[in-house]
């Protein structure tokens, strides 16, 4: 079946820039571009990032992403899906009530009319900015995220006023930026979608003032912003609505679930949880609208989990994701681990493992510098069934030297597998079939090995030594 569905939220590059030693001033070409081959071999299509703006040197903020979107991505057959959130305001709190997106407006913006704060100005000046310098390579904008349930408290921000940012900034794209200056006809085939809604809703759910996922849909459509768009342009102004539907959260808002995690349980109730979205989304007049889920993953380091508990969850939510017509796409979240890496709070939710440390690098983790996994779970290889690729994964030898040795021999896992006599030394633009990564010993402070499948005889060469070919 097609991969065209599939994706991962990604790490994002604003994270890496800076944080190669040999150039400390740029973004981490090593790091993302090796993020991008395994993307490829993964077989992904879509990727989900974040664009990060602290302080006031927007482009220079912005321009972190450049070499991910400009080179990497099209390098590797990666469609970009941009997150513009609450990142491009990392330095204020949206629900402040005095400088943040709910805080009141004064008067009407010369720019952009009525209800508009400093916040909401400033957010659309840089969404907008970042809309122009990508262009088409960025396929599809997402407006906010998690919007009805922020952390810590649980609160969230208003329909109305999300509704609000989000119609002027449809309308910007669509109308007012669509006729400037240079050819804009890219824009008519770059989606806007709203979301993507947490599924526990906004506040307490025994509480008064409790707002669900799908109420906020109600109110979201219900607003003056939509009504008054609608009216204007004779369309509602999205194109189509995200969801992320964690099982943990959906569970906890019907008030019911098993006694034990579920896969199959967990993917019905999925299921459920989208069709109530359909109907509601029918009953406000957008029967056809497409649904992205942007976010669906899960944790192993929550208690009940596991590596494998990991794999059948994925195999049973996106294999029905992938199998929906009214889903857009679908991407797993995570690419990689994140911090905490231990304790109650840990965040396991990758496919693979990259070592990192708490330091002196943004966002306040220091992660290898070359974005080198050390292991690879079991997800990484239930994905690439799921997006349709085959049993080998192809590469090519880019470098020879001690790393390039074929461990020859039989066998699945490194260390059974060096009792061959003769190792082989691979010469640049040899290719050869791999069916999985397996830890061993190190090489340049790297323990991955690939495991060739053809040719035979079975073996191992060192992943620092390979780049994706073409399959």
Known sequence: MSNTKLGFVIR???????????????????AQARMGGLLKQSGARWVRLEFQIDGDKVEAEVARNDYFINEVAPRYGLEVLGLLGFGLMRAQDPLDPQRGLVAPSAGTDPVYGGGVNSYMR???DRARFVAQRYGERVRTYEILNEMNRLPPSGAGVPATIAARLHTKFYRFFRQVDRYGPGDQAWRDGVKIIFGGLHPLGTGDIAAQGYVS????????????????????????PIDGLAHHPYPAEIRLSLRRGPRRPDARWEATMLVYRLDELRKVLGEVGQPELPLWVTEVGCNIATVGESEARQSEFMDQVLGMLRARP??????????EDFPPATGPGAQRWGVVHIPFYSGP??????YDVEG????????FYTFRRLAGQGAKMWFRVVSPGPGVIVRQGPGESYPPARIGENPVVLQPGYELGVDRFVAGEDYKGWNQWAHIVDPAPWGFVHLSNLEPASE
């Open 12 to 30: 994002d590059p604003w994270y890496d820039f800076g944080t190669l030693p040999s150039a400390p001033n740029r973004p981490n070409y090593i």
């Open 122 to 124: 400033a957010w659309l």
């Open 213 to 236: 996922d799908l109420d906020y849909v109600y109110q979201l459509f219900g607003s003056d912003a939509f009504s008054s768009y609608r009216q204007t342009y004779g369309t509602a």
């Open 326 to 335: 009214d889903v857009a796409a679908a991407l797993w979240f995570k690419y």
């Open 361 to 366: 690098c943004p966002g306040g983790a220091c």
């Open 372 to 379: 080198r996994p050390d292991h690879f779970r079991e997800a």
